[in-house]
């Protein structure tokens, strides 16, 4: 299994809702990954878990709330979003491993619309 | 912060044509990606370069990492109808920890081929 799997697929929320989105990936990485694009821009990082523990946030909003319960699953919690946060959201994963050059593999992604 | 320019931003070309755009860094990188977008989709990786100078093929995509570190062409042969899509560049930095890799991604040339 060489992909990593993103639910759902599309998303529509109000700004009063929480949601989640879920990634799933089942290669033995052990570096996750969320990532955030708008149309037309290149992904932006947010978020990096290393061995279920998180190790980078690009001071990103408290709204939104990362999760890795396990090697394999990511999280992300979303409540009280913003329209302005409607994007598509990225997860990726990676060997994690030191002095391996981490090539990233993407999901296809979870469309987040916010009204 | 680390930025990547990528350029042209959009090219329209006809099928059959050769391609090249090209990406430059105001940092060095440790690995340089290409990775390539469909609408709605992940990046997906094209080619991953490791070393100063090294010159890849995967198909008819050659890519390159020069030798300062700060910069990666990517070459298209005989460019055909699947090739359009949203083409990033992407450089690779290790963190102090393992795990802690960010990929930074350029600003994406877009691909027409005009029928």
């Known amino acids: 299994d060489t992909e990593v799997t993103q639910t759902p697929k599309h998303l529509v929320m109000g700004m009063t809702n929480k949601k989640s989105l879920k990634c799933e990936q089942h290669?033995?990485?052990?570096?996750m990954y969320w990532y955030k694009q708008k149309a037309k821009k290149p992904p932006e990082l947010m978020f990096v878990?290393?061995?279920?523990?998180?190790?980078i946030n690009e001071s990103v909003p408290s709204r939104f709330s990362p999760e890795c319960p396990n090697s394999s699953l990511l999280n992300l919690h979303l409540h009280a979003l913003q329209p302005e946060d409607s994007a598509l959201y990225l997860c990726?994963?990676?060997?994690?491993?030191?002095?391996?050059?981490?090539?990233?593999?993407f999901g296809a992604g979870s469309r987040l619309t916010v009204l | 912060g680390q930025q990547l320019n990528q350029s042209p931003q959009s090219m329209f070309i006809q099928e059959g044509e050769d391609v090249s755009m090209n990406c430059t860094s105001s940092?060095?990188?440790?690995?340089w990606l290409w990775y390539k977008q469909d609408p709605g989709e992940g990046p997906v990786l094209l080619i991953a370069?490791?070393?100063?100078?090294e010159l890849t093929s995967n198909g008819r995509l050659t890519a390159q990492f020069g030798i300062t570190r700060k910069d990666s062409f990517l070459n298209i042969s005989a460019s055909i109808p699947s090739d359009v899509g949203i083409y990033f560049c992407?450089?690779?930095?290790?963190?102090?920890?393992?795990?802690?890799?960010?990929?930074?991604f350029g600003t994406g040339t877009r691909l027409t081929i005009i029928p």
């Open positions: 878990y290393s061995y279920e523990k998180l190790s």
């Open positions: 940092s060095i990188f440790n690995t």
């Open positions: 992407a450089g690779l930095s290790n963190g102090p920890n393992f795990g802690n890799e960010k990929l930074t």
């Open positions: 370069l490791y070393k100063a100078g």
């Open positions: 990726a994963s990676s060997q994690g491993q030191p002095n391996w050059a981490n090539v990233l593999t």
């Open positions: 290669m033995g990485h052990r570096a």
